[in-house]
């Protein structure tokens, strides 16, 4: 009988025991994972998150090519402190208006020849004051475009190289000559200009419409 007493007492003190040590196994075992998945992640780089940059669209510079008699600009002869509107088209209508814009050349921001032509006893009545070296600021709606003179010539009334495309941006000015000369004016006084500046086109297109 005192064996069976003491059998039933030792079941009895070993079945906590038992649950007891289970849970600490259990307890220890769920613990070591989750450190272990801690200092896992701790070490895996994450590549952190970037948002896709929209894609940046051009405009067209001179999306369409303006209307003939229509203001594109002034032409600022700094030296002479003289400033003279620019209009789309070299007919005499437009050249009443300013100077012309000839319509089968680039303009301002276009690679290219951008040709002006200008009556001598208005518009253009003072390019003959002006020198090699002297600058030449295009006021437009997109900025600024800064020329300087390198050279002059005189040429053909007929002659239409000077409006010939260039694959560098430049401006050509001609106007009739002599300067002093009644009636139409066999020869042309062209002035030929290098690029100095131009403004920030860097979101626009700069082909030729």
Known sequence: MKNKVRKWRWVIIG????????????????????????????????????PKEPEQTFKQIWSELPAPGSKIGDLNFTTLNYTVPVVQGTHEKELKLGVGHFAGSSLPG????????????????????????????????????????IDFKITDAKDETIIVPTDYETLTLTTCYPFDYIGDAPARFVVL???LSKPDLKNYQNKKV
């Open 110 to 149: 276009q690679d290219g020849n951008v040709v002006l032509s200008g009556h001598r006893n208005t518009s253009f009545r003072k390019l003959e004051d002006l020198n090699k070296g002297d600058s030449i600021d295009f006021l437009t709606p997109y900025g600024s475009f800064v020329y300087e003179i």
């Open 193 to 195: 200009t290098k690029l």
């Open 15 to 50: 079945i906590p025991i038992f649950f007891i040590l289970s849970g600490f196994g259990i307890i220890s075992f769920f613990g070591w994972e989750l450190t272990k998945q801690t200092v896992l992640l701790a070490q895996t780089a994450l590549t952190p998150y970037k």
